[in-house]
């Protein structure tokens, strides 16, 4: 531990109030002279350049090496002496536990929590932290010491009514808590104990269990056993159980009512480092995956922000379990040389991620605690490379949310879910995802059948997502995006790569056979990379279709137009803003997007195959190269005719033709010569 010495102003004065200059100065242990019982002394905060005592004054300013310096003691307590150039006394105090400066600087979050009263401990005290690169260690930063911290340390607190000591229930009224939240008891009472966290599990809108781990609270284990309520209890929420923020003292209260340190930041930033996160070892991913909860959940009780994952140079982040951003307006968002992605895994890039475990990556899901969806906040520049995941993300029941991740997959893993399902466990048709502010995935899947993104719904619960959204796909059998039961969609970038060896696309629209309702409408690709199936559902014997619009695609210049199966309905628009439309028994085309969708309205509701509205008059051209014939349209009359090569219009084996009432029969005229005769049919 060390201490900056300074008089209670900038300089050391003499006794006439003028700056002290080649004065001498002694520091020693309190409550003993310091000339009789000098402690070490030195010139910088990590206490690794010794000061010789006593120490000269240079106008006032401690002398190193005759420029003005700092001097720093590693304890929070000393005796002082000072005396002018004639050994005059000046200044003297023998317990000098007020810390003349009021700053301490201390090496390690170890020496900042061991801080009492008892070793100069004082209210607004101000304490330096000096970063740290050890693994496991905390980052460093500046904290002001208070008598109480409690109010800021503690969301709120809620009272226990009664408990179920069979269930290990326990009624609390209104609670407002979550599944992971952290709380510590008023008292030892139920089975608690007073200074120990407890991670709910929310049961409904007025119950909770508590358990002993947030994985524990998670998955439904590690469960507290309850005794009988004998006085009063109550359960305070706290906003930094993982004290990056809101450091306590060793032994005192965890709401901060005992005194605790807050650190010095800016609003609306909560780094991860604060927290304990090692990167690039191994062996770390159970700590890391606690440090990022518990920074999410300091950026939330902040009213939202940024949870800050530092760029690793040319090492990855391993974490044992899913990142669970389930708060409301927190972006998890990764930084580094540049925030871009690299599919490759290059880790100088950006901040890369390691999942060690077979379980999604990354949630942004809203708590189902029969509350509204949670909004904002998401995943952003972040690259997660080949480790366990099954998954890279899912998302349900949110809104306004930011999605900008990089993934690598292998065979049976899937990119990122967009679920809005309804279901027992579920917010809702009300709670759909809704709003992108940003949408934008890369995935690398390069063996199996994976998908990179898929968007899930049900019956009447449905994404309904409206722009800002990009994917980017290199699949091998699966798809770039994958359209189940989806309505309402609106995608800006669509494009894909197979990967070499497979046979993947760049999407499959379809519904399920699950029940009425669910099936896939309202899809529109702007930006389409060519390829594709589309199918319909087939509901209680009836095909519902499936319907999507493709937009900025000229298939006539290679790119691979869709597969249509049964009951799919696709609007093609192309780069020239031509568009026709196409099931797997109808098509309509037009000239424009205006005539392409007059044509289907010609065609809807009836057993046409093929339908052309065009009001230039060139509707139909049939070549093979060297030859070219067009129906047309012209002045209300319909012409065929040859507009290139020199082939002849031909019927061949036709014996007549009926045009009307008459008959145009083939045959000898009265001179016996070959041409036609125009005879009228019997009625």
Known sequence: MSNEVTSPFTVFYDRSGQPLDAGYVYIGTAGINPEVSPISVYWDTALTTPAAQPIRTLAGYPSQNGSPGSIFIGQATYSIVIRDRNGALV???????????????????????????????????????AARTTAGDFAGGTFQYKADISARAVVSTKTVSSVNTGTDVLTVTAHGF????????????????????????????NTITLHTSLLGARANTGLVNITALVGSLSLKHLADPGQGVYVI????????????????????????????????????????????????????????????????????IEFSSTINNRHDFVLFRGAGASDVHDV??????????????????????????????????????????????????????RRGTTIDITFVGTAGTEGVLVDSGVSFTD???????????????????????????????????????????????????????????????????????????????????????????TYTSGIEILDWGGGGYVEGTEVAGTTVPARITLRGQDIGNGSPAPTIGTGAEVTYYDDYGRGYFQTSLQSSFGNTIAEANSARALQRGSTQSITVFNSSENHIVLSDGTNTWTFR???????????????????????????GGAQLSYGANDSGGVGFKLLRVPN
């Open 633 to 659: 349209i012209a002045g209300g009359n319909l012409n065929f005719s040859r507009t290139l090569g020199s082939g002849q219009f031909n019927l061949p084996s036709i014996a007549f033709l009926l045009i």
């Open 91 to 129: 200044y003297s105090n023998l317990n000098a536990s007020e810390n003349i400066s009021n700053v301490v600087y201390l090496q390690t979050y170890a020496e900042l929590t061991a801080l009492t009263t008892a070793t100069g401990l004082v209210d607004d005290m101000v304490v330096e932290v």
């Open 249 to 316: 003292p060793t032994g005192a209260a965890l709401d901060g009512s005992g005194g605790g340190f807050e650190r010095r930041r800016n609003r609306g930033h909560i780094y991860a480092a604060w927290y304990g996160l090692t990167l690039g070892a191994s062996g770390t991913a159970a700590a890391n995956h606690l440090a990022f909860e518990y920074a999410m959940m300091m950026c939330e009780a902040d009213g939202g922000g940024i949870v800050d994952v530092f760029g690793t140079g040319t090492s990855h």
């Open 344 to 397: 490759a895994g290059s880790t100088s890039l950006g901040t890369t991620l390691k999942c060690t475990a077979a379980v999604t990556a990354f949630d942004h899901v809203s708590p189902y605690t029969g509350g509204p969806r949670k909004s904002g906040g998401g995943f952003e520049y972040l690259t997660l490379i080949a480790g366990s995941h099954t998954r890279a993300l899912k998302l349900d029941s």
């Open 427 to 517: 917010l809702g048709e009300n709670a759909d995802s809704q709003r992108f502010r940003k949408f934008r995935v890369i995935g690398l899947i390069t063996t199996g059948s994976a998908d990179v993104v898929v968007f899930d719904g049900s019956s009447n619960a449905n994404t309904s997502i409206t722009g800002n959204i990009q994917i980017q796909g290199t699949v091998y059998d699966g798809y770039s995006l994958r359209l189940r039961n989806a309505d309402h969609l609106t995608v800006d970038r669509l494009v894909t790569n197979i990967y070499p060896g497979g046979s993947g696309s760049s999407f499959y629209c379809h519904g399920t056979n699950a029940g009425a309702g």
């Open 178 to 205: 979550d599944t992971e939240d952290v709380v510590i008891a008023s008292a030892a009472d139920a089975g608690l104990s007073i200074n120990t966290l407890y991670f709910v599990r929310w049961i409904s809108a």
